[in-house]
């Protein structure tokens, strides 16, 4: 408090001596003088007459109270590069990530990727179990197990067990929960077999391949008890909740419209990825992996392309639905607490990636939710970096979230009052509100750049899903979100992205897809739970 004190009255001190000196320039000091003071009197009055719109409250705080509560194993099932990014969250990395993160932070202050890790609550578990179909990831995730650089300050650290088949683990009776991040394909049989083996659940996003697995899924979860959270880091973003925040003040007025947007332009971000040097068939059970794949192919250079690049293939996921809508779609859900949609319709094409992929590198999608008077617009395309950034239009206000259109800051959003608006008429007649300039802005955290650079990190940056803030600090939201799963399954609550929230994401999904492929506008029929 005393340090505010101090920093007000030099200020007011400095603007005192301003006056002052300002005053003894004869007539157009005189005018300097009062055009100050105006200014300040307006800025007064315009921070009182907006002050009622807005009903602060603060963002949720990082609790530590899981190193007293009961220890958990883990098991890790798919250790590729979300998996391994999970396994950071729950506290650890491989001593080549150690190493080479410690390394940047050496070489550049900015990049504050370890400092976030080493500066994560130690979440009191063990990973016991690493199961992956590509031998190198596997060892990947033994080493992880091991390296005592980690939150906790250095414990000594049992090895992991490493097992071929995700069933084999699942007998392991020491194993309490495991995290999968296979491919799409493998989501649903591996998240039931988890559950009838009573082992609580965390599931990377797209929640299935398909429709009807997502219905089995979720009377699969229900039935068994397990606590199940599905992979949407973006559930602990501190500018959504601030968001949801403000929509349910009614500041936007009517909301009839919203535009979600997706675009990366890299081949990396259309899902290029590399090709292991040591990928061969001694080292990757093919077999295993297309298994519940419904078209097959033999070993070889094509089996390659699709292991290490499945996304680009509907026989291992959905493409731009399961990937990145499905991120956006459950952000606004989290938002605006839309559901499934009645109808949903897409369309789009292979136009710039002509490497023998199946899934659309443009696509959009139209959700149709004739009770609440709304649409929502998601446009997606892998060939241009324009940063669209996502809007919820209002009768009276528009929030612009990310991107750089209309000056949305990264993960964070402004809200511009409408020209037409009814609410602030009174106020835009009078100047108090320009339509041009926010009437309200939110940014996270700190102001200082940061040390993300490849086009990739920027991307998922400006979506908020590779950091967040609380209280001023930056947590990896991945961290977040294990924990909050970890929580729920001590207390017996339920977490944020519990198996309701993933099948409202997994309908909207599948609908926009199967609308694609079928050509066709798709209808959600609650009652029957079927798709028509």
């Known amino acids: 408090m005393s340090d505010n004190t101090n920093q007000d009255n030099g200020t007011n001190t400095d603007r005192r001596e301003l006056l002052k000196g300002l005053a003894t320039v004869p007539v157009f000091g005189l005018f300097l003088v009062n055009l100050w003071r105006k200014m300040r009197r307006d800025a007064l009055k315009k921070s009182n007459l907006l002050a009622d719109l807005f009903q602060e409250k603060s963002p949720p705080t990082v609790v530590s109270d899981l190193s007293d509560s009961r220890h958990l194993n883990l098991g890790i099932i798919g250790y590729g590069g979300r998996g391994s990014h999970l396994v950071r969250g729950a506290g650890f990395a491989t001593k080549g990530w150690t190493d080479s993160a410690s390394e940047n932070a050496r070489k550049n202050k900015l990049d504050k990727g370890f400092e976030t890790f080493m500066q994560q609550e130690d979440l009191n578990v063990s990973l016991v179990g690493v199961c992956d179909l590509f031998d190198v990831r596997a060892d990947q995730g033994i080493n992880a197990s091991k390296n005592e650089v980690r939150p906790s300050g250095g414990k000594s650290l049992e090895s992991a067990t490493r097992y071929r088949y995700h069933e084999e683990l699942l007998k392991n009776d020491k194993i309490d929960a495991v995290i999968i991040a296979t491919p799409d394909h493998w989501?649903?049989?591996?998240?039931?077999?988890?559950?009838?083996?009573?082992?609580?659940?965390?599931?990377?996003?797209?929640?299935?391949?398909?429709?009807?697995?997502?219905?089995?899924l979720y009377d699969t979860v229900k039935r068994t008890g397990i606590t199940f959270q599905l992979g949407h880091q973006n559930r602990q973003v501190e500018a959504n909740e601030k968001a949801k925040q403000i929509i349910r003040q009614g500041l936007l007025g009517d909301i009839n419209l919203v535009e979600l947007a997706t675009n990366r332009n890299s081949p990396w971000g259309a899902w290029v990825w590399d090709i292991h040097p040591e990928g061969n068939s001694k080292t990757i059970d093919w077999d295993t992996f297309q298994k519940p794949a419904p078209n097959k192919i033999g070993f070889g250079e094509e089996a390659l392309k699709r292991f290490f690049r499945w996304r680009c293939w509907y026989d291992y996921g959905t493409g731009l639905s399961g990937d990145l809508l499905s991120h956006d779609f459950d952000a606004i859900n989290q938002i605006m607490g839309l559901g499934i949609p009645k109808y949903a319709s897409s369309s789009g094409g292979i136009y710039y990636y002509k490497d023998g992929r199946d899934v659309p590198d443009v696509w959009n999608a139209t959700f149709e939710y004739p009770e609440k008077d709304l649409t929502v617009l998601y446009s997606a395309t892998l060939s241009s970096n324009d940063p669209r950034g996502n809007r919820i239009m209002g009768h009276d206000a528009t929030m612009q979230m990310g991107g750089q259109s209309g000056g949305g800051s990264v993960h964070g959003f402004i809200v511009k009052a409408d020209p037409e608006s009814t609410r602030y008429k009174e106020r835009l007649e009078s100047g108090i509100i320009n339509s041009q300039y926010p009437i309200y802005s939110?940014?996270?955290?700190?102001?200082?750049?940061?040390?993300?650079?490849?086009?990739?990190?920027?991307?998922?940056?400006?979506?908020?899903?590779?950091?967040?803030?609380?209280?001023?600090?930056?947590?990896?939201?991945?961290?977040?979100?294990?924990?909050?799963?970890?929580?729920?399954?001590?207390?017996?609550g339920q977490p944020r992205c519990n198996i309701e929230v993933a099948l409202h994401e997994a309908v909207a999904c599948h609908m926009a897809t199967e609308s694609y492929l079928q050509g066709r506008k798709i209808e959600w029929d609650p009652k029957n739970r079927r798709l028509v």
Not at 191 to 216: P, Q, S, W
Request: aromatic content about 10%; glycine content about 8%; some cysteine.
């Open 187 to 216: 989501h649903a049989q591996i998240a039931m077999d988890a559950a009838n083996a009573g082992k609580h659940v965390y599931c990377e996003k797209g929640l299935t391949r398909t429709f009807d697995e997502a219905i089995d």
């Open 442 to 492: 939110y940014s996270p955290g700190s102001k200082q750049i940061d040390g993300v650079t490849s086009a990739t990190s920027r991307y998922f940056a400006n979506k908020g899903l590779l950091y967040t803030y609380r209280e001023g600090k930056r947590v990896d939201p991945t961290h977040l979100h294990v924990k909050d799963w970890l929580d729920a399954i001590r207390s017996g």
